[in-house]
């Protein structure tokens, strides 16, 4: 193989289960694990680390860590907060949120999910020649009215 011709591996997703009760969970179907079952412990000790050795193994892989993340409807949104504050800490920046209306077991049948091509979010630019809050560069705008600080 030439040299330069090498493209390192894309990281699979982590995929991220927080249940009605409270659970935290990797995976889906049988090769789910439960992490974090404790509901006082808002630092997801054992998320924490999983992540921090997945966002290492990403970046020695010259990849970007990307998380999924189911929220059972009806679990604590403070649960949620806790998972987000997680995966901030382990700096990920790519999270996407998964809708599955049967549930993680239900919605793909106990198979893995399928394989998802993400897409980084990207700011959207304006249209060329224009300003980045998309207003034309100084020289080219209609002169402002002078201004009067005592109107008649």
């Given at each position: 193989m030439a040299a330069g011709c090498y493209a390192p591996p894309e990281i699979e997703?982590?995929?991220?289960?927080?249940?009605?009760?409270?659970?935290v969970s990797l995976g889906t179907g049988p090769a789910r694990v439960v992490l974090d079952r404790d509901k006082s412990d808002r630092t997801l000790t054992n998320l924490d680390q999983r992540l921090s050795a997945y966002q290492h193994a990403a970046e020695a892989a010259s990849s970007v860590a990307a998380v999924q993340i189911y929220v059972a409807p009806s679990a604590p949104y403070q649960r949620m907060i806790d998972v987000l504050a997680c995966v901030e800490w382990n700096r990920i920046?790519?999270?996407?949120?998964?809708?599955?209306?049967?549930?993680?077991?239900?919605?793909?049948?106990?198979?893995?999910?399928?394989?998802?091509?993400?897409?980084?979010?990207?700011?959207?630019r304006a249209p060329s020649g224009l300003g980045p809050l998309g207003l034309a560069p100084r020289e080219n705008r209609l002169p402002e009215p002078p201004f009067d600080p005592e109107p008649d």
């Amino acid at each position: 193989m030439a040299a330069g011709c090498y493209a390192p591996p894309e990281i699979e997703p982590i995929f991220i289960i927080v249940d009605v009760d409270e659970k935290v969970s990797l995976g889906t179907g049988p090769a789910r694990v439960v992490l974090d079952r404790d509901k006082s412990d808002r630092t997801l000790t054992n998320l924490d680390q999983r992540l921090s050795a997945y966002q290492h193994a990403a970046e020695a892989a010259s990849s970007v860590a990307a998380v999924q993340i189911y929220v059972a409807p009806s679990a604590p949104y403070q649960r949620m907060i806790d998972v987000l504050a997680c995966v901030e800490w382990n700096r990920i920046e790519r999270v996407f949120f998964i809708d599955m209306p049967d549930g993680p077991e239900m919605g793909c049948g106990g198979l893995p999910l399928p394989e998802l091509r993400l897409k980084p979010m990207v700011k959207p630019r304006a249209p060329s020649g224009l300003g980045p809050l998309g207003l034309a560069p100084r020289e080219n705008r209609l002169p402002e009215p002078p201004f009067d600080p005592e109107p008649d």
